[in-house]
């Protein structure tokens, strides 16, 4: 194994399905990181001069997590130099006026953070993966499905951002500079950032969250599970901003409803859970198991060791998001019901999610940021996961072919936007990238990232990013 392969396969979470598929008899391609140097700098300095040693136009891809879901910064380019910024772990609290602040170096991951905010009893709208990069979800626009509704999206609370730019200066950008805001939305082609500071909750803002897990053994009755409970879903918590929703049907048989409470709510959370419980009765699902977590800290961990268990050799990852600016009328909903749920392939991808969610909230009224997260109150994704080591090429592109004609039938849906996450779609999807009004919210955002983009980086160096095909 090459210094390269080895590097990739220690920080590559998983590999895009679409570097996957192929010929029946064809062998499983070999992906690794294509890059001239892999660095892992120590610093601010460092990483200057890294940047200043190389001709100016060299490209530049930023790792943090190597959790996106292209894998293309890690997989970068033979003519382009990988900054690998693990080593940039530092976690310092400090307070101003305002009240407290945490400032995350570029290569801390949502566990470290979660940890470390424990201590301090503070709060944030943090991501589910416990290996994904702080910084890399920040830079992307990342949603929290438990905690955005009350916190809002991470980027929103970001108040200095600490960034090299494509000439190799460092400039510290505060909420007075223009550049904070697209940074939090798209800052993956604009900069290299180094370290971001964040404003805190506390941690009594989440009041408690309830999970129930409920097993189903045809695909059919968890699809009038799901339609039951989405419906629920859109009459009861959506207009509810104490109180947010995530269902998530997984390939292995469950349909895990996680229900988040927040220092608003008045009332008892049966009122939302026993209807629930209910429908789930009346189609005879059984109730695999119920948890209460009294805590942010335990609801933000919830997930991880069920992630953790995911993994192939290598984890083939393909990831789309729809969803709508209001609450979803009866198409979007038999949709997603239907198609989503009803047709994913969760038998042949095991390890694949579709996640139901809440968003708008805080996510909406906070500070405009330029992603389509901030303008959506009602979030799906579809996550096609499977080890992609037993499976041949006919086995690895019929699940493409698939997951790509349900994406493709989102588009046909009124009302209905698709791909308009940065964290959540997969920028090299063949045929018609997402559009940039989409993922960056509006026509305007848009044209102001487009400007910036020109203006900050005109040699194109940052160009491994979800955003590389609606930035050309
Ligand atoms: C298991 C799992 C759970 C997830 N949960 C959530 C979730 O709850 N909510 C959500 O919104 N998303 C979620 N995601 C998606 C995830 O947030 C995005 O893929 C995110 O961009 C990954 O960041 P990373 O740093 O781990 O990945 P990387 O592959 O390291 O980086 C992703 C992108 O960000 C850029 N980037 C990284 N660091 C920097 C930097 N320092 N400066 C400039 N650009 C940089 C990279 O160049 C690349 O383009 C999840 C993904 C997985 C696999």
Known sequence: ??????????????????????????????????????????????VVRIVRALPPSTPIACVSGGHGSSGSALVAAPDAVVLDLVHLKEITFHEDADGPLVTVGAGVVFRELVEALREQRGALPVGTGPGVGVVGYVVNGGLSGYFSRRLGLLGQRVERMTVVTAAGEVRVLGTADPELAAMVGAGSALGIVVDVTIRVAPASAIREAQQRVFGFDSRERAVRFTRGAVRLMRDAILPDPSVSQEIVVTGGGAIVVTTT????????????????????ASLELPLLA?????????????????????????????????????????????????????????????????????????????????????????????????????KDGAARQAILDRTNGIVDRART???????????????????????????????????????????????DRFRFHPYVRILD
């Open 413 to 459: 849906i009124p009302g209905l936007d698709v791909d308009f996450s940065g964290t959540h779609s997969q920028p090299d999807d063949p045929g018609e990238p997402p559009a940039a009004e989409l993922i960056f919210g509006t026509p305007e955002a848009a044209a102001g990232i487009r400007a910036l983009k020109k203006q900050l980086d005109p040699a």
């Open 1 to 46: 194994m090459d210094a390269n392969e080895a590097w990739f396969r220690s920080r590559a979470w998983s590999v895009s399905g679409n570097r996957l598929g192929g010929p029946p008899d064809g062998k499983r391609p070999v992906v690794t990181s294509l890059a001239r140097e892999i660095h892992q700098p120590r610093s601010v300095d460092e």
């Open 290 to 390: 119920a948890a209460r977590w009294g805590s942010w800290y335990e609801a933000a961990g919830a997930l991880w060791p069920i992630i953790e268990g995911q993994s192939g050799d290598p984890l083939a990852f393909l990831c789309h998001a729809v969803g709508t600016r209001m609450a979803p009328d009866d198409a979007a909903i038999d949709y997603v019901c239907d198609v989503m749920v009803g047709e994913a392939p969760l038998d042949e991808a095991p390890l694949s999610i579709i996640e139901i969610r809440t968003l708008g909230g805080a996510a909406g009224t906070g500070r405009p940021i330029p992603t389509g997260n901030h303008h959506h109150d009602f979030f799906v994704d579809i996550v096609t996961m499977y080890d992609a080591g037993p």
């Open 261 to 280: 409470f927040f220092d608003s709510f008045i009332g008892d959370p049966a009122r939302f859970l026993a209807p629930l419980e209910e429908l789930a």
